[in-house]
Each structure stands twice: as C-alpha cells, then as structure tokens.
T-cell receptor
C-alpha cells in the first residue's frame, strides 16, 4: 500500500516570499491533517479535513496560512508571506475513520 | 538528516535492556491513545495504540499501559535494540473530533 506522499522534501525561501506544499494521502482515507513540527517539539496540528471540509483549523495562522483539499483527495498548504518563525517541518497525515494517522516524510522549510 | 528532538527529555539504555517511556496526557475526555516513533528526517511512524476501555495492550516487543486515573500513558520496549533509537511521541484523541494531539516527546538512545 502506498503511503502518504509529500512534496517538495526541502524548501528554502526568503522571508516575505510565498511557498506551497502538496500532499497526497493514502487512498480511501477521508481524514487529512497538516501538522507543523518545529525542531525539538512535537507536531502541532494546523488544520484537519474530513473529505473536503475543514473540521478544525483553530491553530492555523489564517492571516498567512491557507489550505485546501479539492475533491477530498490531494491537499495543498500555502504560506504567504513567510516569516522566519515558520521554519519547521510540515507534516501531512491521513487516517481512515477513527484509527491511527499515517504520516508522510514531511517538507522541511527554511525561511532566511 | 535533521535531528529531531534536540532539546527533548532523553532516555539512555543499554542494548538488550527494557525501556520505559512515560507520557502524561492532558484531556480527560480523550479515549484513544497512540505511540509514534520518529527517526531523524522522517515522519512519525505508528507503533501501538490503546483505547480508553483498556489498561494494557501488547504488541511485538512493545506494551502500552494506560492509567486513566492519573492520565498517564507508558510505552515499554523489551530487549531494546539500536534500531529503537528515535524520538517517541504519545498522542491522544477524543472521538468527537478525531483530532490527534501530540505530547512533547522523549528521545531514546540505545547504547551498544
């Protein structure tokens, strides 16, 4: 079974630039998550989708972050404009019903 | 690759010994708990889970114990191997929203 796919693996941008990350979840998984993991910390949930609807985005900095999940499959997470403190690994995960979430390898973002 | 968990609590064990990693969870309404292993440069990987109607669950070389009275979770790894070296996160979820919240993590070092 194919896992959660994310791209790119690494991205370096200057502050105030924009960036987008892509995620393809495991086939059949209705729930998709985006997490931010700052070095030395556990993953922090940014947004959770159930199919193409947002279930929870309470910790998403909506002034600069946006996410969408068109057609309830792939998802993109965008940051515009980026700040230095956005440097982190962005993890996408998916799950089937009320079971464990499976994670992709993440995108490491460095903002300089 | 990037090292995850540079400032996390650490546990150092001798190869072949048993390891016990502890976690305190926050939400008394959480009814599903998961342990994840995260190696450097990778996303979290599912190890074992337990639901709140159980207090113990065993897998291959791993056992999870749940004490709901004090909101405590532990992961026991038998005969720890060098390949077990990683950062371990506990995560909690309450069924109402399928929202998975991660703890701070513990870094496990296995000495050969």
């Amino acid at each position: 079974e194919a896992g959660v796919a994310q791209s790119p693996r690494y991205k370096i941008i200057e502050k105030r630039q924009s960036v987008a990350f892509w995620c393809n979840p495991i086939s059949g998984h209705a729930t998709l998550y985006w997490y931010q993991q700052i070095l030395g910390q556990g993953p922090k949930l940014l947004i959770q989708f159930q199919n193409n609807g947002v279930v929870d985005d309470s910790q998403l900095p909506k002034d600069r972050f946006s996410a969408e999940r068109l057609k309830g499959v792939d998802s993109t997470l965008k940051i515009q404009p980026a700040k230095l403190e956005d440097s982190a690994v962005y993890l996408c995960a998916s799950s089937f019903m009320n079971t464990e979430a499976f994670f992709g390898q993440g995108t490491r973002l460095t903002v300089v | 690759g990037e090292s995850v968990g540079l400032h996390l609590p650490t546990l150092s064990v001798q190869e072949g010994d048993n390891s016990i990693i502890n976690c305190a969870y926050s939400n008394s309404a959480s009814d599903y708990f998961i342990w994840y292993k995260q190696e450097s440069g990778k996303g979290p990987q599912f190890i074992i889970d337990i639901r709140s109607n159980m207090d113990k669950r065993q897998g291959q070389r791993v056992t999870v114990l749940l004490n709901k009275t004090v909101k405590h979770l532990s992961l026991q790894i038998a005969a720890t191997q060098p390949g077990d070296s990683a950062v371990y996160f506990c995560a909690e979820r309450f069924t109402g929203g399928f929202k998975t919240i991660f703890g701070a993590g513990t870094r496990l070092f296995v000495k050969a």
